[in-house]
Structure formats: structure tokens, C-alpha cells
């Protein structure tokens, strides 16, 4: 059946706009748009910045469970679409009847990290952003029981991301795996975990440099780094906004809670002994 002219106008309209997205000299800055997800630009190169991320997980499976991470992150980007940044981190933890876990109530500090990020796609010159991080962090204090450990761990994450309504709203991808290895200080005993996840954000300007949304956020946590036993899974969801709050400051808040959850092994709705009920991250970052 030939194709009408009426069509075939329609067809070149609708795929001008799937392309306009990547054909914008400048689009939104999406490197610290999310919260608990991270988008696919990275910066400029010569740029430095100082970041606070403070985390806090509440709720676990009975009992009282509050604990509050501090991350303290310099940022600077020495090539062009690869972006270096090195933190130390601070815990809180107050716990108290919480099955399986000591009682404790303590501010220490945890750990050091450095994160790469390499941008494959710039989503202002392709159809979308496509950007690798890897996160590789040794920590002395367990960040869930607060117990004393040896913990190595490296966070891989793919985020793509793409303008959905060109400088009004961006959707984001995160896929990531996370290996851990931990050994208690206090009897040597090894152990093997792993997370793998997938997240899903939204973010719409409603004022100029004030940005709202959400994620939805899928983990399964397994015994061992090869994801040999599958111990829980969670979906997590909620708000996310992110202020322009100067030409050189910025203020990201979220907030989630777990929807649906599976223990393996166990009938009930939630997973609160591998995950939290409710996740909340406030970050303030700073140029200079």
C-alpha cells in the first residue's frame, strides 16, 4: 500500500522530534539532578566542586533502627568527559531490639572512597547520555550493623538518560552491581554479598533551576559476589527535588520508601532485614 504524503509528513515530524533532544547545543545539567541515582553528564573539564551527602535509613525488622551516613566528596574533571572524585565518610547509628543486630549507639568514622566516571554519549549531541561509573570504597565500620569490619566493595553503574520535553523534563536509567567483601574484626569470619538494581527517574523544571519528580528503585540482594543465593528483594519509591540555589550552589533532597519487598524464606510483604522501610539523602554540592 503506497504511503500518502499526509503520512509521510507525520512520520518526519514525529522522528524530528525523537531527534531534537540530541541536536541542542545545551540541554539540562543532569549531573546532580537525582538523589539516590546519578545522571550521565559530568561536567567540565578544569571544574572542582565540594559535595555533602548525608543519607539516613530508618526501620528494620522490629525494634528501633536509625542510622546516618555522612560523605564528605571533592570532585574535579582532569579530560574532557571523565570526572574523578575522592570522599571520606562519617556514621550514626542508633539500634536497639532490632532482631539479629547488637544493640549500639555510635558516631565514627567509616571509610574512604574514590569514584571514576567516564561519559560515553553526550545527550545534547546523541540521542541520548550514556555514562559508566565505577565506585570502589574500604570502610572499617559496617554501614547497616555498625559493627567493626573489613569492607571492600566497588559499585558499578551504566545511567543513560535523555530530555523527554527539551529543557522542561529528563528521564534517567541506572543499572547497577555491587560486590562486597567483609570480614569481622572481631572473630575473622569471611563474608560474600552482592546487589543488583534497576532505577527509574523523572525530573521536570517548574521554575528555572527548581526541578521535581521521582524514582522508582529495584534491588535483589544475594549471598555471594556471583549473586549465587538470592536473601531479598525490594522496590523502592518516592519524591526527589533538586534547587539552583546560586550560579555556584545546589540542594538535592529525596526520599523513599519500600513498597513491596520478599525475604527469601519468608511470606511477609516487606524485606526490612536486607533493606530499610524508608531511605532519605540530602545533597548540597559547591563550585569553587
Given at each position: 500500500?503506497?504511503?500518502?504524503?499526509?503520512?509521510?509528513?507525520?512520520?518526519?515530524?514525529?522522528?524530528?522530534?525523537?531527534?531534537?533532544?540530541?541536536?541542542?547545543?545545551?540541554?539540562?545539567?543532569?549531573?546532580?539532578?537525582?538523589?539516590?541515582?546519578?545522571?550521565?553528564?559530568?561536567?567540565?573539564?578544569?571544574?572542582?566542586?565540594?559535595?555533602?551527602?548525608?543519607?539516613?535509613?530508618?526501620?528494620?525488622?522490629?525494634?528501633?533502627?536509625?542510622?546516618?551516613?555522612?560523605?564528605?566528596?571533592?570532585?574535579?574533571?582532569?579530560?574532557?568527559?571523565?570526572?574523578?572524585?575522592?570522599?571520606?565518610?562519617?556514621?550514626?547509628?542508633?539500634?536497639?531490639?532490632?532482631?539479629?543486630?547488637?544493640?549500639?549507639?555510635?558516631?565514627?568514622?567509616?571509610?574512604?572512597?574514590?569514584?571514576?566516571?567516564?561519559?560515553?554519549?553526550?545527550?545534547?549531541?546523541?540521542?541520548?547520555?550514556?555514562?559508566?561509573?565505577?565506585?570502589?570504597?574500604?570502610?572499617?565500620?559496617?554501614?547497616?550493623?555498625?559493627?567493626?569490619?573489613?569492607?571492600?566493595?566497588?559499585?558499578?553503574?551504566?545511567?543513560?538518560?535523555?530530555?523527554?520535553?527539551?529543557?522542561?523534563?529528563?528521564?534517567?536509567?541506572?543499572?547497577?552491581y555491587q560486590p562486597e567483601w567483609i570480614?569481622?574484626?572481631?572473630?575473622?569470619?569471611?563474608?560474600?554479598?552482592?546487589?543488583?538494581?534497576?532505577?527509574?527517574?523523572?525530573?521536570?523544571?517548574?521554575?528555572?533551576?527548581?526541578?521535581?519528580?521521582?524514582?522508582?528503585?529495584?534491588?535483589?540482594?544475594?549471598?555471594?559476589?556471583?549473586?549465587?543465593?538470592?536473601?531479598?528483594?525490594?522496590?523502592?519509591?518516592?519524591?526527589?527535588?533538586?534547587?539552583?540555589?546560586?550560579?555556584?550552589?545546589?540542594?538535592?533532597?529525596?526520599?523513599?520508601?519500600?513498597?513491596?519487598?520478599?525475604?527469601?524464606?519468608?511470606?511477609?510483604?516487606?524485606?526490612?532485614?536486607?533493606?530499610?522501610?524508608?531511605?532519605?539523602?540530602?545533597?548540597?554540592?559547591?563550585?569553587?
Open positions: 500500500m503506497p504511503i500518502s504524503a499526509k503520512t509521510f509528513r507525520a512520520a518526519t515530524v514525529c522522528f524530528s522530534a525523537l531527534l531534537a533532544g540530541g541536536v541542542r547545543a545545551e540541554g539540562i545539567d543532569t549531573e546532580h539532578l537525582f538523589g539516590f541515582m546519578i545522571g550521565t553528564d559530568v561536567g567540565t573539564v578544569g571544574e572542582r566542586e565540594f559535595q555533602s551527602e548525608t543519607t539516613g535509613r530508618f526501620t528494620k525488622n522490629g525494634g528501633n533502627y536509625r542510622a546516618v551516613g555522612q560523605q564528605l566528596e571533592l570532585e574535579f574533571l582532569p579530560a574532557n568527559n571523565f570526572r574523578v572524585e575522592m570522599g571520606t565518610s562519617f556514621a550514626a547509628h542508633d539500634i536497639n531490639g532490632v532482631m539479629g543486630f547488637d544493640d549500639r549507639r555510635e558516631l565514627s568514622w567509616q571509610g574512604v572512597s574514590v569514584d571514576f566516571r567516564y561519559r560515553f554519549l553526550d545527550k545534547d549531541a546523541a540521542p541520548f547520555g550514556l555514562t559508566l561509573a565505577m565506585e570502589t570504597h574500604a570502610d572499617r565500620v559496617d554501614e547497616t550493623t555498625a559493627a567493626v569490619v573489613r569492607n571492600y566493595g566497588t559499585d558499578f553503574t551504566l545511567a543513560v538518560d535523555r530530555e523527554v520535553i527539551p529543557n522542561v523534563a529528563v528521564a534517567a536509567l541506572n543499572l547497577t570480614r569481622l574484626a572481631g572473630t575473622g569470619a569471611a563474608e560474600q554479598e552482592s546487589t543488583v538494581g534497576a532505577a527509574f527517574g523523572l525530573m521536570a523544571q517548574v521554575r528555572p533551576g527548581i526541578f521535581l519528580g521521582g524514582e522508582a528503585r529495584y534491588f535483589r540482594r544475594y549471598e555471594g559476589i556471583g549473586l549465587e543465593q538470592l536473601a531479598g528483594q525490594a522496590l523502592f519509591i518516592g519524591p526527589t527535588a533538586y534547587f539552583q540555589l546560586s550560579p555556584r550552589s545546589r540542594l538535592t533532597a529525596t526520599w523513599g520508601i519500600q513498597a513491596w519487598g520478599h525475604q527469601a524464606g519468608s511470606n511477609a510483604a516487606l524485606d526490612l532485614v536486607n533493606f530499610e522501610r524508608h531511605q532519605a539523602r540530602l545533597v548540597f554540592g559547591v563550585n569553587f
